[in-house]
C-alpha cells in the first residue's frame, strides 16, 4: 500500500549513513585536521541532485495529496515544506564555501564548521519530523487509491549512491561508506 512511503524511509536511512560520515568529517576539520574536502563536496553534491531534486518532491506530493484529501489543516507539512526549501538554501551555502577552500579562497574555518553543523543538525530533525509525524499520518488518511495515483506520478529515480548507478557517479562516497560498514 504504502510502497513509496517505504522506499522515502529507505532514502533517510540512507541520509543518515551519509550525516553521520559528515559529521565525522566535521569533527576532524574542528580538530584542525584537513578532511578530503572533495569528499565532502561529493556528499553535498549528492544531497542536493538526490534529496532536493527527488526525495523531496516526492515528499511533497505526498504533502500535497494529503492537503486535498481533507479540509483539515496539517501545519506538520507547512513546516515541513518550509525546511525542505531551508535545507536546499543551507546545502548549497556549505557546499559554495567547501568549494571556495578546494579553489584556495580564504574563509575562516570556524564559520565553514558553522554550517557544516546547521545542515547536519537541520537535516536530522528534519527527517525525524517527518518519520514522527507526516509518514505516521500518510499512512492513516491516504487510501490504497491514494497511494496508487502517487506512485504511478512520483520520481522513480534511483538513488544515485545507493543504487547500482552510485557506485560509478558517487564512486569516493561510497567507498568511504562501505570501508566505514566494515569497521
Keep these: 500500500m504504502a510502497e513509496l512511503l517505504d522506499r522515502l524511509t529507505q532514502d533517510h536511512r540512507h541520509l543518515v549513513r551519509v550525516l553521520d560520515l559528515l559529521d565525522d568529517l566535521l569533527d576532524r576539520f574542528h580538530a584542525g585536521d584537513e578532511p578530503d574536502y572533495e569528499l565532502m563536496c561529493e556528499m553535498l553534491e549528492y ?8 526525495h523531496h518532491p516526492n515528499e511533497e ?12 489543516r496539517y501545519p506538520v507539512l507547512d513546516r515541513l515544506t518550509d525546511q525542505h526549501l531551508q ?9 559554495q ?9 580564504v574563509l575562516r574555518r570556524d564559520q565553514v ?6 545542515l547536519v543538525e537541520a537535516l536530522r530533525e528534519h527527517l525525524d519530523l517527518e518519520e514522527r509525524e ?11 487509491g491514494d497511494w496508487e495515483r502517487l506512485l504511478a506520478t512520483t520520481s522513480s529515480h534511483e538513488d544515485p549512491l545507493f543504487g547500482p548507478a552510485g557506485r560509478r557517479r558517487f564512486h569516493t562516497l561510497c567507498q568511504y561508506l562501505t ?5
Design 47 to 54: 544531497i542536493e541532485s538526490y534529496a532536493d531534486q527527488v
Design 61 to 72: 506530493d505526498i504533502f500535497d495529496r494529503l492537503r486535498a484529501h481533507t479540509d483539515e
Design 87 to 95: 535545507l536546499t538554501r543551507i546545502n548549497k551555502q556549505f557546499r
Design 97 to 105: 564555501s567547501l568549494e571556495g577552500i578546494v579553489h584556495e579562497e
Design 113 to 118: 564548521e558553522v554550517q557544516g553543523r546547521e
Design 134 to 144: 507526516a509518514f505516521p499520518l500518510a499512512r492513516e488518511r491516504l487510501s490504497a
Design 179 to 183: 570501508e566505514r560498514d566494515r569497521l
